[in-house]
């Protein structure tokens, strides 16, 4: 049916729309507000990267963000349940459980976001290259995707880890190493999709080489769809990351992580069972956010 | 291009995947700095510097790396993993022979599980969508996929056992129970081929937890693709066509939207087989399952480096082979790879 | 036979709401073949949409004026009273054959279930299909018989459908019927698919059939194969033809009657002869202007200069008097209505009568 | 076609080209155990054309019948797999090899492509977009090729407001004038135009139609047109050629081929093109037989005789020769005489 309205509908207001970059971005704005989902996911996000921009701040600075000092034992009762002193109550060891969550915070979602970022980086650059540049190139691309396709992400990371050892940078590094291949794949799909268009052809009938066509007319052009598919993706992110932390890989005590801290606490699940789950929920609405988010965007921009 | 020698060139596919695996683990025991052996036989081969001479030895670690890599290869071909410091130090495949029979079992429901509401959400999701019924599945299943199975066992368990005592955990069945006869391996198989279904209605009560924290955790993924596919092919061409012939909604629906949409949730059977296996690390060790991942969980704690490698190599055969499953599965849904 | 009076709708959008099909009016007849021509944008898709009942609303919105099919005002009816009109009285045909058939069944199954629709409809509806009473029969007996496809031919119904896809295969000119009914439509050329919906269609002997640009997608051998076959079988099967295209030529080579559109409105309508002795409206003549004839030395072609206008932001005299060579004073104040100036022939313009 | 037309360095020739042959491979599941040979397309098979300076030569043919890659073999967007290209009196195409600097290539050979829609990046203004090949190609400063774009637009009926513009803001016939402005603004000498009107309305088809007659008139141009489309080949082109299934069967002037085809293919394709004339019904009384043949299985001999009311013996055994019927007019066909 889409098709047939599409043919009927007039071509009016073909001015209104989409002037130049500045204006569409306003728009993806606008489409967010308009989109309830997308909407709430976008504050969650907001909220979660504003906390750990100051969490951060106030890491560097050595400046108190938190209600307690997130490391300090006994700043209130051991196995505190939830209270307006101790909003997520205290752990066995009497710390504060929101204020280990706040310090925590940076450390999850920058760990995913930069490996979101360095994989799509990467990997659009290579996938792209290797849909326009054909033969060899993208054989041993599909190959090596596909080996790394074979083996989860977590045991790969867990592997890795063993390897190198445990620790924040060491984690990073190994997510980054597994997380590439997918969006190598999606953009050499996508290239192989925009090659045929002719504007790829006109290009190089302009006299235009292979890196400028990857950089001025391929890659903008699959950008938004790599763009999307990463929203949907830091979700993924942060539950590998996560996991990696409940197994002990990542950073090591006594700093906590929302992951580590489910882990360790996971034994007082009979007598205080809130106390495992804080962080879990934690992770949960970070991973709605950018879920929400990825879906909103992908809804109103992809339609 | 026939059936046989698509299967046929997705085997070579596959077996090539898996040599690139054993590569990855090559390279990762290499990688550790010093002697290899250190890898293979965990931290504690610094108290058993015999061992280490003698291994070092076997497999030849003086010498260069591509005569390490054939030793490594043909070690794994008779399978060679190493020894497990975890458990004793008894050989890495027959620790997994004795857990992967248990990870396979909830493995098995969990798939199940999470295809079944997967689809069955995902259809109402796609017939009523943007209505009340769509939104609530939406939410539902947002909050599976956004939650680390971990978290998921643990609400579980706390639900379940702690605050209502219905299911059991600890262990894949009553103690008190012989385990059945091995003929497949697998316990509750067995247990149904000997006639024992007191072993088998118990190690059921015990399954059903685990594979349920893994499949509240994956079904979503069925519920996002299905509906959004779903869809798609309601808006499609020939979609159209059969309103024209005047085919109820319904069939429309069932019999020309289901059958095309249900293409794009073969294709993810192997994402999910990945997730579900992943997750069997955190929900077995949640539940005290003894199977694979609990091992990994307990490999893992004393960094014993054979385990983990062995397991990782277990883990993408898995894979592997449940993508040659979903490849033949695509043949048989759409006539055109069939045939074209 | 149909009697569209006063047709509007709209598209509502966000941001704006776009005219689509302004008052149409329009009759058609048993056994006619009547071709409704116009550019992108001007209505005739959705014009065929909303007399099969297959338009998506929203978006579209009909806002005045009603579609009375054989004494029925289909407008007036629930989806599943609509539905009951589909296939079997009014059947259509689309563009691009190949997505129009579903790729995961075989090109015979898909017959057979069109054909199914129409024997159950056979089966139970009785007495007068104009009467109260049938809609009600219709009402209550709302299941669908096969709730699958009939792919294992055996049974009564499995042997008569099988014979029956087989005779509209060969109705369509198909080479080796008895093959072409186990393959999927993948399988088939771009004509031999086209052919494929069209025997889909007649075997469920609609009295009128919707054919919405049948031939666009297809080459000009392929396109003059299919167009002559669709002449040949609306004597054969008894149907009237609703041809819509943007091609003036294929108008003029098949249809009985022509309508030209433009802007949603139907600007000019008269039997095929009439219209290209002598084409009233100035939009009629600008389009056979258009059409390049003859080498670029012997003439400069006439292109209509101007554009569409908007259908959201509509002027309030003529639509065609930015555009129009004999514009009046009158043209751009009121909106000329479609009269009748000679006998079957009728126009929108003031240059006639008003 | 004319008398020099073996010798291209006379000059009165833009483009030869001879016994030009592209193959395309078809790529079929990899099965070891398969001794099929590898199969090719011949899409393009021995075919010669020669182009006067400032004339139009159109490609008439139906889908698949090889037009689109000839273009796309001159232009070397897809490399011949053999034959000759002499363009403006030098040979950049030599049996197999291609030896060519391609930003002096195009900067006298351009383009427009089908639809305008595919053929501009969606992403920038259309000032960016003509100032490409000028950018691209002519090495000039950036006030030259501001220049140059204002000039372009100019000439194809566009206004410095247009140019601050996005594809998405224009109405189809624009998109196509721009794509028209982008192909003449580094001044070619030959433009090749691939269907330019074929995804266009009636009334903005004429418009662009006359466009191109004034831009050929004012900048001394010479056209390829490819078409499917008869009435624009006809009122376009000086020259005709005719293909079908990789192969040219008739050329000729315009005028005398549409006067008189003597092919049984060209014959068959003029009666099939529907003209604005109810009382000559040529559409309904043409018998047509059969489709266009696959391009991977061609029927023997001459590739139209299965669907030729004038088939003999010898049209399923022998590929027929071009043969020049009358001056200028060249057809291949065994029984060309019963057409006369």
């Known amino acids: 049916m889409l098709t047939a309205d599409r043919a009927d509908e007039p071509e009016e207001d073909i001015v209104a729309s989409n002037p130049n970059r500045s204006v569409r971005f306003k728009a993806i704005l606008s489409s967010i507000r308009s989109n309830k989902g997308a909407l709430i996911g976008f504050v969650i996000v907001a909220i979660f990267i504003i906390t750990s921009i100051v969490e951060a701040l106030g890491q560097y600075f050595k400046v108190k963000v938190t209600p307690y000092n997130p490391l300090q034992i006994s700043v209130g009762p051991n196995l505190a349940p939830p209270s307006f002193q101790h909003l997520f109550g205290t752990d066995q060891l009497g710390r504060d459980v929101f204020s280990r969550i706040l310090v925590a915070t940076p450390n999850d979602v920058g760990v995913s976001l930069a490996v979101i970022s360095f994989a799509l980086i990467v990997g659009a650059v290579v996938g792209c290259y290797a849909g326009f540049h054909g033969g060899l190139w993208d054989e041993a691309l599909m190959r090596i995707t596909d080996v790394f396709f074979a083996i989860p992400a977590l045991v790969l990371a867990m592997a890795i880890a063993l390897a190198l050892g445990p620790g924040i940078t060491n984690m990073t590094v190994a997510l980054m190493v597994i997380w590439w291949p997918p969006y190598a794949r999606l953009a050499r799909g996508e290239t192989l999709k925009i090659a045929h268009q002719n504007y790829i052809e006109a290009a190089k009938l302009s006299g235009s080489g292979i890196s400028k066509i990857i950089f001025g007319h391929a890659l903008p052009n699959i950008a938004l769809t790599l763009l999307i598919y990463a929203s949907l993706d830091v979700g993924t992110v942060i539950l590998v990351y996560a996991g990696l932390n409940f197994l002990g890989l990542g950073i090591q005590p006594p700093h906590p992580d929302w992951g580590e801290m489910v882990s360790s606490y996971k034994d007082y699940i009979l007598t205080d069972p809130y106390l495992p789950l804080f962080p879990g929920l934690i992770i949960a609405l970070g991973v709605i956010g950018f879920s929400l988010l990825g879906d909103g965007l992908k809804d109103t921009l992809m339609a | 291009m026939n059936i046989a020698g698509f299967i046929i060139r997705r085997l070579l596919l596959a077996i090539f995947v898996l040599l690139g695996v054993v590569t990855i683990t090559f390279i990762l025991a290499h990688s550790i700095p010093g002697n290899p052996v250190y890898a293979w036989l965990g931290r504690d081969a610094s108290a058993h510097p015999a061992l280490v001479q003698l291994y070092t030895e076997k497999y030849h670690l003086n010498d260069p790396l591509y005569i390490q890599y054939y030793y490594y290869l043909s070690g794994l071909v008779q399978g060679n993993l190493g020894y497990s410091p975890a458990k004793g130090f008894i050989p890495v495949t027959q620790v997994i022979s004795e857990t992967l029979p248990y990870t396979l079992q909830i493995a098995f429901f969990a798939i199940v599980i999470s295809i079944v509401l997967g689809v069955v959400l995902g259809v109402l999701a796609a017939r009523f969508h943007h209505g009340p019924a769509d939104k609530s599945i939406r939410a539902f299943y947002l909050a599976g996929i956004s939650s680390p199975s971990f978290f998921i066992a643990l609400v579980l368990l706390i639900i379940f056992t702690i605050f209502f005592h219905l299911l059991p955990t600890g262990n894949a069945a009553s103690l008190s129970l012989a385990v059945p006869r091995a003929i497949t391996h697998i316990p509750m198989l067995d247990a149904l081929l000997e006639g024992n279904f007191t072993y088998f209605f118990s190690a059921l009560q015990h399954v059903i937890l685990p594979s349920l924290s893994l499949a509240l955790g994956t079904f979503g993924v069925v519920v996002r693709v299905l509906r959004s596919s779903m869809l798609d092919v309601m808006r499609s061409n020939y979609v159209r066509t059969a309103r024209a012939k005047g085919l109820t909604e319904n069939t429309v629906f069932f019999k020309h939207g289901l059958r095309n949409a249900m293409i794009s949730v073969v294709t993810l059977s192997s994402l999910i087989v990945t997730w579900l296996i992943t997750g069997t690390i955190f929900v077995e060790s949640i539940f005290s399952y003894p199977g694979m991942g609990q091992y990994v969980y307990q490999a893992l704690l004393v960094q014993d480096y054979a385990g983990i490698l062995g397991t990782t190599i277990v883990f993408a055969i898995i894979i592997i082979l449940s993508n040659l499953v979903a490849d033949i599965l695509y043949v048989v849904v759409d006539p055109q790879i069939r045939l074209g | 036979m149909l009697d569209i009076s006063d047709l509007s709708i709209v598209y509502e959008q966000k941001k704006s709401t776009a005219l689509v099909l302004d008052n149409v009016d329009l009759e058609l007849d048993k056994n006619t073949f009547v071709a409704v021509v116009g550019e992108s944008g001007c209505g005739k898709s959705t014009l065929a949409l909303s007399i099969i009942g297959l338009l998506a609303m929203p978006p579209a919105k009909i806002t005045n004026g009603k579609i009375e099919y054989k004494s029925t005002v289909l407008t007036a009816l629930k989806p599943n009273e609509r539905r009951q009109f589909r296939g079997t009285e009014i059947a259509m045909i689309f563009q691009e054959p190949l997505t129009s058939l579903n790729p995961v069944y075989k090109v015979g199954d898909q017959i057979a279930e069109a054909i199914a629709v129409r024997e159950q409809r056979k089966g139970k509806v009785k007495g007068d299909p104009q009467s109260d009473v049938m809609q009600k029969t219709y009402r209550v007996n709302d299941t669908e018989f096969p709730s699958r496809l009939p792919r294992r031919r055996g049974g009564t119904l499995g042997k008569l459908l099988a014979s029956e896809v087989l005779d509209s295969l060969k109705r369509v000119r198909i080479a080796d019927p008895e093959q072409v009914v186990d393959r999927y439509p993948f399988e088939l050329s771009g004509g031999m698919r086209q052919r494929v919906m069209i025997a889909m269609a007649l075997s469920q002997k609609p009295a009128l059939l919707i054919a919405d640009e049948p031939t666009t997608a297809l080459d000009v051998t392929t396109q003059a194969q299919v167009l002559k076959l669709m002449k040949d079988l609306m004597d054969e099967v008894n149907t009237s033809i609703l041809l819509i295209t943007h091609d003036l030529a294929v108008a003029s080579q098949v249809a009985d009657r022509v309508i030209v559109m433009y802007a949603g409105e139907i600007v000019e309508d008269s039997n095929v002869y009439d219209m290209f002795k002598e084409p009233l409206h100035p939009y009629t003549q600008g389009l056979l202007k258009c059409i390049p004839s003859g080498s670029k030395e012997k003439a400069r072609l006439e292109p209509i200069s101007g554009t569409v206008p908007s259908l959201a932001n509509l002027p309030p005299g003529c639509k065609f008097a930015s555009r129009c060579p004999h514009v009046m004073e009158i043209c751009r104040k009121n909106r000329p209505k479609l009269i009748e100036v000679k006998p079957n022939h009728r126009v929108a313009c003031y240059l006639y009568g008003e | 076609m004319e008398n020099d037309s073996t010798n291209p360095l006379t000059g009165k020739n833009i483009l030869v080209t001879s016994h030009l042959k592209k193959y395309y491979p078809i790529r079929r599941g990899f099965n070891p155990f398969s001794r099929q040979k590898a199969k090719f397309i011949h899409a393009v098979d021995d075919v010669s054309i020669t182009v006067p300076r400032g004339k139009t030569l159109a490609i008439l043919g139906e889908s698949g019948c090889g037009k689109t890659t000839l273009a796309r073999a001159i232009t070397l967007l ?263």
Request: proline content about 8%.
């Open chain 4, 78 to 340: 897809a490399p011949p797999t053999s034959g000759e290209i002499s363009f403006d009196g030098k040979t950049i195409v030599d049996g197999k090899k291609a030896d060519v600097n391609f930003k002096k290539l195009y900067r006298d050979m351009q383009m427009v492509f089908q639809d305008p829609d595919s053929s501009l990046d969606p992403r920038l203004k259309v000032r960016d977009l003509v100032a490409e090949p000028c950018k691209g190609l002519l090495g000039v400063s950036r006030s030259e090729v501001d220049a140059m774009v204002m000039k372009s637009l100019k000439a194809v009926g566009l206004s410095a407001e247009h140019a601050e513009r996005l594809p998405a803001q224009l109405s189809g016939g624009q998109k196509q004038r721009v794509a028209i402005a982008r192909a003449v603004a580094p001044q070619p000498k030959l433009v090749i135009l691939d269907e330019p009107t074929s995804a266009l309305d009636a009334s903005v088809q004429a418009q662009i139609l006359n466009l191109l007659v004034d831009l050929q008139r004012n900048y001394n141009l010479t056209y390829v047109l490819i078409t499917h489309n008869i009435s624009v080949a006809e009122y376009l082109s000086d020259l005709l050629i005719v293909m079908y299934a990789g192969n040219i069967v008739e050329q000729g002037p315009t005028a005398s081929i549409i006067a008189k085809p003597r092919h049984p293919y060209t014959v068959t394709l003029i009666a099939s093109a529907p003209i604005p004339n109810p009382w000559k019904r040529n559409l309904l009384n043409t018998e047509i037989k059969g489709e266009v043949p696959s391009a991977i299985n061609p029927p023997s001999g001459c590739k139209f005789n299965p669907r030729c009311p004038y088939a003999t013996g010898v049209c399923a055994k022998e590929d027929p020769e071009l043969r020049e019927i009358s001056p200028g007019q060249f057809v291949s066909c065994h029984n060309v005489e019963k057409t006369a």
